[in-house]
Nanobody
């Protein structure tokens, strides 16, 4: 497993941008596919986007496609989520997650390492 710590959340107006970061502590960071999930109280944790180990593949949830961009820097053991054109419905706690599985799983059950989350609030 890898320890993960998110940062970069905050309050932003609709239409604005935020960049989330996720720092991993493992030297084997590059062996993990990574993803961002988000969750609002009372609802399930939803897949936002994921990236393969070598950054060759990315995949996004339908609600963020074209607005969010996921990237990673394996040399720094960091994962990023650039969020543009933010909407109030993007408000949630955002979590980064790591998995040794092949591909980019969409189910949170396939990820075995999680950060503590960072809150994003988009005002209308």
């Amino acid at each position: 497993q890898v320890q993960l710590t998110e940062s970069g959340g905050g309050l932003v107006q609709a239409g604005g941008s935020l960049r989330l970061s996720c720092l991993g502590t493992s030297r084997t960071f590059s062996r993990y596919a990574m993803a961002w999930f988000r969750q609002v109280p009372g609802k399930e944790r939803d897949f936002v986007g994921g990236i393969s180990r070598d950054s060759s593949s990315t995949f996004y949830g339908d609600s963020v496609k074209g607005r969010f961009t996921i990237s990673r820097d394996n040399a720094k053991s960091e994962l990023y989520l650039q969020m543009d054109s933010l909407k109030p419905e993007d408000s949630a706690i955002y979590y980064c997650a790591a998995t040794p599985a092949i591909g980019i799983p969409r189910s949170p059950n396939q990820y075995n390492s999680w950060g503590q989350g960072t809150r994003v609030t988009v005002s209308s």
